[in-house]
């Protein structure tokens, strides 16, 4: 079955085309909006999907071009899985999730149109996945390219996220995850992959100066002809463990890898695979551990900070000292 929707053009605001709510299921069909044109930037709708109740699912479904995919907010064990399609402007929001929700499968890739002016509007505008308030959300292989923002976390009325995200990908972003804020109980992130390299500022990891919480990536890939790794501020902790970092500074400007202005900072076990600049820290770091890493090349770790940081044990093709003061 194929809707094809037109209810709601031009505005944001009105209802979904389709709500769920208790114990409910959406299950093989798709949603396509006839009167978007690919030749120009989108026009705005409302969500395709609602997600409300209890149990609701959305299962098998492809949201073929909707300007908003699916909200998935005020409901309790949300279920999104086997979904795949080219939401313009927002994939999947999530929000106000007090019992825990699952998001499996899901798929967001330019299959509609890459048309220049649309695709250019969904590389700077578009957020794939949006997360506010969930109390430990479940996210599991899941990809998207092509957006201006892959994985986005914020903090909402309702508060931030925790939650366990195994297998995530982010392609041709411009930045591939944003933390505006999450939970101090943590975002683990595992067997990513994130890569940037268009866009003003490339960057595959943004952490804003209001972050309080921790995000922990392990065992991901970072690569792409990006600027940098990660810009990191905040009061958290943001910790990468055998991660591998393959490119950075692609206009060979001297940019580190990981661009850290405060808060904490674990590296431990990763692979640096350019001779390039790979860690500084500001003056406003607190902490900061670098330690058991393969170094391709110089070792080139500065340090404006007064805190506690330890630079150790790092294998490097260079064996001058590990850090100095700037």
């Known amino acids: 079955t194929t809707f094809l929707v037109t209810e709601g053009a031009g505005s944001e605001d009105s209802p979904a085309f389709l709500t769920l709510n208790h114990n409910s299921t959406l299950k093989g069909v798709v949603i396509y909006y006839p009167n978007q044109d690919p030749t120009e930037e989108p026009k705005p709708y409302p969500y395709a999907i609602a997600m409300r109740g209890k149990n609701p699912a959305v299962l098998a479904v492809e949201l ?21 399609g080219q939401p313009l402007r927002r994939g999947i929001f999530v929000d106000h999730i007090y019992d825990i929700g699952r998001i499996e499968n899901v798929h967001f890739n330019p299959w509609w149109s890459m048309k220049p002016k649309l695709f250019a509007w969904q590389q700077q505008h578009g957020e794939a996945f ?3 308030k969930s109390d430990w959300q479940y996210v599991y292989n899941t990809f998207c390219f092509g957006y201006g923002v892959g994985y986005k976390f914020i903090r909402s009325r309702s508060g931030d996220c925790n939650g366990n995200f195994l297998g995530i990908g982010a392609d041709d972003c411009f930045t591939a995850l944003e933390v505006e804020q999450c939970s101090p109980i943590g975002l683990l992130i595992s067997n990513g992959e994130f890569v940037s390299f268009h866009g003003p500022d490339p960057t595959m990891v943004r952490v804003s100066t209001n972050n309080v919480g921790s995000v922990r990536f392990v065992n991901s890939a970072f690569w792409g002809p990006c600027n940098q790794i990660a810009k990191i501020a905040g009061r958290g ?6 991660c591998t970092f393959v490119q950075w500074d692609r206009n060979k400007e001297g940019r580190h890898a990981l661009q850290v202005e405060s808060g904490n900072l674990i590296v431990r076990g990763c692979e640096f695979q350019e001779n390039k600049p790979q860690i500084s820290l500001g003056a406003a770091v607190r902490r900061a551990v670098v330690s058991a890493n393969l170094i391709k090349g110089k070792l080139s770790v500065t340090s404006q900070s007064t805190g506690s940081v330890i630079v150790k044990d790092n294998a490097s093709d260079d064996l001058k000292p590990e850090a100095k003061k700037e």
Do not use: K, M, Q
């Not at 902790?237 to 055998?242: P, Q, R």
């Open 64 to 84: 073929l071009n909707p300007y908003n995919g699916i909200d998935a907010s005020r409901n309790e064990r949300h279920l999104i899985r086997d979904v795949h």
């Open 237 to 242: 902790t943001v910790g990468f463990s055998d």
């Open 130 to 132: 949006i997360f506010g």
